[in-house]
């Protein structure tokens, strides 16, 4: 059983075509985990239309944190937590997914336990802008570089629940959900990668992660940060 799991926020304007892109490559006994923020817009409305029965929706109230950062982790945890698949694949809300990509991915973990794909990068409209996410960051196994700059992104990740599980509980405050999944997965599983794109990342003025944008953190934020995320992984057991 596939579970694919989204986090929204105010995601109303392309979340049926998000949906859409998924539900045509899931089998009629998977299921879609979407964990709402509290949407002010119509996002749970418009998911609700669809009257697809594989989609669930559950409710989460945002959590503050130490360091003020969400990264949406809160939110996908619970998403995830909700999942009953043994192959969770991790979707945001305005993205578009290419024919074939559940098929890849899964195909994938038959020899990992967590796989990244490409991904084209696209505007609002979905016109390419770039080939190739890759291109932006190259992915790397390595635990020192992904420290320093993550390859991991969510949306392009799919694995076994053995490594949600081993990646519970995560770390309170505010490390991104898709880097400490990608930490806890180097240090103790297999991890693959697909080179060939499998998806449309969107990127507009309301995309809510912040791959590919400046970080505009202090120096001192940056290196606590990290140590942060550091000791957590050494601290899991």
């Avoid at 697909?194 to 992660?209: K, N």
Wanted: glycine residues 4%.
């Amino acid at each position: 059983m596939i579970s694919v799991c989204i986090a929204t926020y105010n995601g109303s304007q392309y979340i049926e075509e998000q949906l859409s892109s998924i539900l045509s490559q899931l089998e009629p006994t998977d299921e879609v985990i979407v964990s709402d923020d509290g949407s002010s817009d119509d996002t749970v409305q418009r998911i609700n239309a669809m009257a697809d029965a594989r989609v669930k929706v559950i409710q989460h109230q945002k959590e503050t944190t130490k360091f003020n950062i969400d990264h949406s982790t809160q939110n996908f945890v619970n998403a995830m937590s909700h999942a009953k698949g043994d192959t969770i694949i991790l979707s945001d809300q305005d993205d578009c997914w290419l024919p074939g990509k559940v098929i890849k991915m899964t195909q994938a973990l038959r020899e990992n336990d967590l796989v990244m794909s490409d991904c084209h990068i696209a505007d609002e409209h979905l016109n390419i802008t770039q080939v190739s996410y890759a291109d932006e960051r190259p992915f790397s196994r390595s635990l020192f570089k992904n420290l320093l700059l993550s390859s991991f992104l969510g949306s392009c990740m799919a694995f076994h629940r053995e490594v949600f599980e081993k990646a519970r509980p995560f770390p309170p405050y505010g490390v991104a959900h898709d880097l400490w999944l990608g930490m806890v997965a180097l240090r103790y599983f297999r991890v693959g990668y697909i080179r060939e794109p499998l998806m449309l990342y969107r990127r507009h003025g309301g995309t809510v992660t912040e791959s590919g944008k400046a970080n505009t953190n202090s120096l001192f934020f940056k290196i606590h940060y990290r140590l942060y995320v550091l000791k957590a992984l050494l601290r899991l057991v």
